[in-house]
């Protein structure tokens, strides 16, 4: 029979769910959508820029095919003295482009100076209440005109939805005003 005290100390003590050691994770390369196009990406480096959260996460969804767009890599490099299979590379080019196109990162033609505003800002300028409550006009259909944003803001980590909707502040003005002299 286990005592109280050795279980409460062996729960507070174990690794965190899903760990099978208590070491750190190992630390996501720094990876920029610029540069050379042919360069060739490792796993770690295209993981990144798709916004997979680790190396683990993106071979998981890569074995199971739930990243149809990525191409078969464009090389396999076996590193001397190494006993596991080749190392797959992919094109900078083509990564990018993916991740452009899958909204992890911002379309290539989008202004970045534009002055874009988040739910928050656009629900005060239409005379929303708060956020929630525009969010939901929008998804109820009440505001056709804003159906499609005009730009997103791109997060990495947890800290809330990675792709958060952007519309032009001229744009929302612009129908507040209609807005109000309709009334």
């Known amino acids: 029979m286990w005592r109280r005290g050795?279980?409460?100390?062996?729960?507070?003590?174990?690794?965190?769910?899903?760990?099978?050691?208590?070491?750190?994770?190992?630390?996501?390369?720094?990876?920029?959508?610029?540069?050379?196009?042919?360069?060739?990406?490792?796993?770690?480096?295209?993981?990144?820029?798709?916004?997979?959260?680790?190396?683990?996460?993106?071979?998981?969804?890569?074995?199971?095919g739930r990243i149809p767009e990525l191409p078969e890599p464009?090389?396999?490099?076996?590193?001397?003295?190494?006993?596991?299979?080749?190392?797959?590379?992919?094109?900078?080019?083509?990564?990018?482009?993916i991740a452009r196109k899958r909204g992890v990162l911002p379309p290539a033609d989008q202004d970045e100076n534009a002055d874009l505003v988040g739910a928050a800002e656009a629900a005060r300028i239409l005379g929303y209440s708060s956020a929630d409550s525009f969010i939901s006009a929008l998804g109820h259909g009440l505001l056709p005109d804003l159906d499609q944003p005009d730009g997103f803001e791109y997060r990495r980590g947890s800290g809330?939805?990675?792709?958060?909707?952007?519309?032009?502040?001229?744009?929302?003005?612009?129908?507040?005003a209609r807005r109000s002299s309709t009334s």
């Open 6 to 64: 050795t279980i409460v100390t062996w729960v507070a003590n174990r690794p965190g769910k899903g760990r099978r050691s208590s070491a750190p994770a190992a630390a996501r390369p720094e990876v920029s959508a610029d540069g050379d196009p042919d360069e060739l990406l490792g796993t770690a480096e295209v993981a990144v820029l798709l916004g997979y959260s680790s190396t683990a996460s993106f071979s998981s969804a890569l074995y199971q």
């Open 74 to 97: 464009n090389s396999l490099e076996k590193e001397e003295g190494s006993r596991g299979p080749a190392r797959k590379k992919w094109r900078r080019a083509t990564v990018v482009a």
């Open 160 to 176: 809330g939805r990675p792709r958060q909707q952007r519309w032009k502040r001229s744009r929302l003005e612009d129908l507040a």
